[in-house]
């Protein structure tokens, strides 16, 4: 069974930093992708950013240049580090892993930025 344990949420004041980790556990396929998604209140869950085992990133647009994705394939562990912080990052951040034919998510970690 595949578990996925974040860690890194927290309060931060606009223009901060904060540093976002999800280790995962269990049966892995070597080949997948790991990754954040976040979801506001009242919107819809979205896509942060994704890396790929072999290294492959895409991110979403607002986030672009202010956040860096990367991953350690042996600790089964994705990291992202979130720079210059803004208020509309203010959501419930989910670890997702994807492997052939299968999601997991990981239970959410909260980022709340001050303004």
């Known amino acids: 069974q595949v578990q996925l344990e974040e860690s890194g949420g927290g309060l931060v004041q606009a223009g901060g930093s904060l540093r976002l980790s999800c280790a995962a556990s269990?049966?892995?396929?070597?080949?997948?992708?790991m990754g954040w998604y976040r979801q506001a209140p009242g919107k819809q869950r979205e896509l942060v950013a994704v890396?790929?085992?072999?290294?492959?990133?895409d991110y979403e647009y607002s986030v672009k240049g202010r956040s860096t994705i990367s991953r350690d394939n042996a600790k089964n562990t994705v990291y992202m580090q979130m720079n210059s912080l803004k208020f509309e990052d203010t959501a419930v951040y989910y670890c997702?892993?994807?492997?052939?034919?299968?999601?997991?998510w990981g239970q959410g970690t909260q980022v709340t930025v001050s303004s």
């Open positions: 269990g049966s892995i396929p070597s080949t997948n992708v």
């Open positions: 997702i892993l994807k492997v052939p034919g299968s999601n997991y």
């Open positions: 890396i790929t085992s072999a290294g492959s990133t």
